[in-house]
């Protein structure tokens, strides 16, 4: 070519796959095309086997893509996601998240048998189901041209993540409930505890001055100087008083 390039050109007249292989005394790997117009980097030549597919600037590895990069097997290694603040616009906080959670379940699964899949393992897995975690969660679950569901479970991080400390703010108010709880509940038994004492000293103020007291009459933390007996009298009359069991010392000044 002009611009200094040389290049192998492969027309297959006669079929619609069209392939061009590299072969030793033992393996041979090849590149081609098939009839639907997708790439593929093959493995064994006389049973060829698409190790990789390329279509529409899409990869698949073992299988036909319909992500930028769409794998079946497993990947080891580190992925990560771009993060940035400075990529980023329109960022919220996260709200009710524990709501969020609750509405999803988790289980464990076996995925079922098919030979064309490494997803055939009978190894057991725990996830969710992604037709239920879209009812709740819609933008982490994705759709293929097949109309199979995926879930974007590192998406589900963040969720998590506030969930818990949602959940540690609750358990922190719910401590301090308890121990308001816990005074109250005291302050009732006092309560209790000296109405019966107070209850008591009317019983025996009652019967020392021969009158009827209400309870409420009297405050066993404050003495209290009741009506004089007879009233109005010539002679003698008799003036009854409750004081608290603390006080030593009382005057009346007529």
Known sequence: MGDGTSEIRLWAKNSNTARIWAINYIYAYGFGVDGNGMGHIY???NNPLSLVSFYQNKVGIRRTPYYTLDVNGTIRGV???PSDERLKSN?????NNLKLIRGINGVSYNYKNDEESDMKSQKERFGFIAQ???KSMPN????DDEGLLSI???SMIPVLVEAVKELDIAQKENEILKTKLDVITEELEYI???YEELKDKVITLETSTNKKFNIDDINSDNPK?????PNPFDKETKISFYLPVEKNNAFIYI
Request: hydrophobic share 40%.
């Open 140 to 143: 982490l679950v994705y759709k």
């Open 132 to 134: 239920d975690l879209e």
């Open 91 to 95: 960022i919220k906080p996260l709200q």
């Open 192 to 194: 209790k505890e000296n």
């Open 152 to 154: 974007d479970y590192i």
């Open 79 to 81: 992925v990560v996601t």
């Open 43 to 45: 493995s064994n030549l």
């Open 225 to 229: 100087l009741l009506q004089n007996k």
